[in-house]
């Protein structure tokens, strides 16, 4: 059954997304009866279910078909029990993915994104963001915003993380019509951290992730 996207990116990510296009019943058969009774225990709602269904799937992936079990460090940030590295998961109404970095944290976002964004806008979006985002494309704009900020939530950690006021993203550089990079800022209690964005245009979601860079 063939993976939606698997890609080494250039920050020596690599990335699994799974389109979730199959039944329970379907997926189901890819994991272990208890890894699959211990998801039904854990999850009510049918579209968690699969989506923790294809998680466990990717993790066989980044385990060369072995089971890769999933631990969670004192900032809350999963991280692979089995092997080094730093994993970031992330969910959205119909995708699935896992980014595996083997020496860096990061952060891996995956955003449908539609008009809820707008509404949300000035919750997360600054004054200096404001300014380069283009008004005829805010709807895309506010979404790679919020998705990079998404990521930096997920590679920072700890919670405690105001978006609007702590986060600071640069206008992006385009590297085609699909995809670019950018940079971004934490400025917060932590300090200060820069970081690298990624982000490419699938189809029918955006992919973003984050790597620190100081």
Sequence with gaps: MPLYFNSLQ??????????????????KKFISDEDF?????????????????????????????????????QEGKPFPQE???????????????????PLLSSGLDLEEVDERVLKIGPRFINEHEYNWIDKDLLMRDSGLIW????????????????FKEHLNVEPPLLDSSNKGTGRAIY?????????????????????VHTIAIE
């Excluded at 920050?11 to 997926?27: D, F, K, M, Q």
């Excluded at 400025?187 to 992919?207: A, C, H, R, S």
């Design 37 to 73: 009774n211990l998801i039904s225990n854990n999850y009510s709602h049918p579209q968690r279910r699969l989506q923790k269904i294809a998680t466990s799937i990717l993790l066989q992936h980044l385990g060369d078909g072995q089971t890769v079990n999933i631990l969670y460090d």
């Design 10 to 27: 250039t920050t020596g990510a690599r990335i699994w997304v799974w389109h979730l296009a199959e039944t329970e019943n379907t997926l």
């Design 147 to 162: 998705s990079v900020k998404e990521c930096l939530f997920k590679n920072i950690g700890g919670g405690g993380i105001l």
């Design 83 to 101: 092997i080094d590295g730093h994993i970031s998961i992330s969910h959205s109404k119909n995708y699935v993915g896992l980014l595996y970095h």
């Design 187 to 207: 400025v917060g209690p932590m300090g200060k951290k820069m970081f690298k964005y990624q982000f490419e245009y699938l189809d029918g979601v955006l992919m």
